[in-house]
């Protein structure tokens, strides 16, 4: 195989989470994460999430991320192959900078969420001089 | 400073029978058809991207999941009663001032070949990408059932 294409990958199944209300599969999604001095960035594949079916989460420092795809099919079509299934995407992660909450931004675009979240004044970095005694 | 994932403790994991069930229900199926060799094309193929495809009366659909691919750079091309989709998927550079913490997504191109079970209209297909996902509409081949008298002789 050509190691210049990308290789397919089984979605992954989210194990071991409570109880869900809503019957259904969920998939972790693949992420990017990654820091600057100002900013961490997210970036999530969520094929066939809509930007208004994303849902965010930061309690405390727990940021949870979740999209929920609707049904694909209509009743009328009849499976010959499937390859993929769909749910909801859905994935945890614990920050340990603080968030400045209310500058937090998030776009999705062709089904990849981008999530800035912003560090908090007292997070970024201060450089501090050491003197010569 | 550090992403750490939230692992969920496995002693705190409550036990759902009716998602159990389910994944049980799929495993038995997918047993069962590697076993039986009953469905061959309900395999997956280990080529980029999934694909599902279904039919109703009037087309056939291939949809796939294309998560941060341009719907620019999606290519389909179909040759006989195949499919071809092409393309490339391209992760921008963040800057180098970054660091990463975590890189699962890649970028790179892909090339599928699917065959469909039957004629299609290849004039009249569609094909739409909307939230990283592509719909391809495949018009079936008009073969509509033709009457044939008999005459007396």
């Known amino acids: 195989m050509n190691d210049k294409e990308l290789q397919v990958r089984d979605k992954r199944e989210l194990e071991g989470e409570g109880e869900r209300t809503k019957p259904g599969l969920v998939f972790v999604p693949a992420v990017d994460i990654f820091e600057s001095e100002a900013e961490i960035t997210l970036l999530a594949d969520m094929p066939g999430v809509a930007s208004e079916n994303v849902s965010i989460d930061l309690h405390e420092n727990q940021l949870t991320v979740s999209g929920e795809v609707g049904l694909l099919t209509s009743d009328k079509e009849e499976y010959l192959l499937q390859e993929f299934e769909t749910g909801t995407f859905h994935r945890q992660f614990t920050l340990s900078d603080r968030i400045d909450q209310n500058a937090i931004t998030a776009t999705v675009k062709n089904g990849v969420l981008r999530l800035v979240l912003p560090k908090a004044q007292k997070a970024k970095p201060r450089k501090i001089e050491v003197r010569a005694g | ?153």
């Open chain 2, 1 to 153: 400073m550090t992403i750490i994932k939230w692992r969920p403790g496995r002693s705190g994991h409550r036990f759902d029978p009716f998602s159990e069930m389910q994944r049980l229900q799929r495993e038995m199926h997918r047993i069962y058809d590697t076993l039986t060799d009953s469905q061959e094309a309900s395999r997956p193929a280990g080529v980029y991207p999934h694909l599902n495809i279904t039919e109703d009366e009037d087309n056939y659909y291939v949809r796939a999941e294309l998560p941060g691919v341009n719907p620019e750079d999606i290519e389909i091309t179909t040759q006989d009663n195949d499919l071809i989709i092409n393309g490339e998927r391209k992760i921008p550079l963040e800057g180098e001032k970054v660091s990463y913490h975590r890189r699962e997504r890649e970028a790179r191109s892909f090339r599928r070949i699917t065959s469909l079970p039957n004629h299609f209209d290849s004039g009249k297909v569609a094909a739409v990408c909307k939230n990283g996902l592509l719909t391809i509409t495949l018009p079936k081949a008009a073969a509509k059932a033709r009457q044939i008298d008999v005459k007396p002789a």
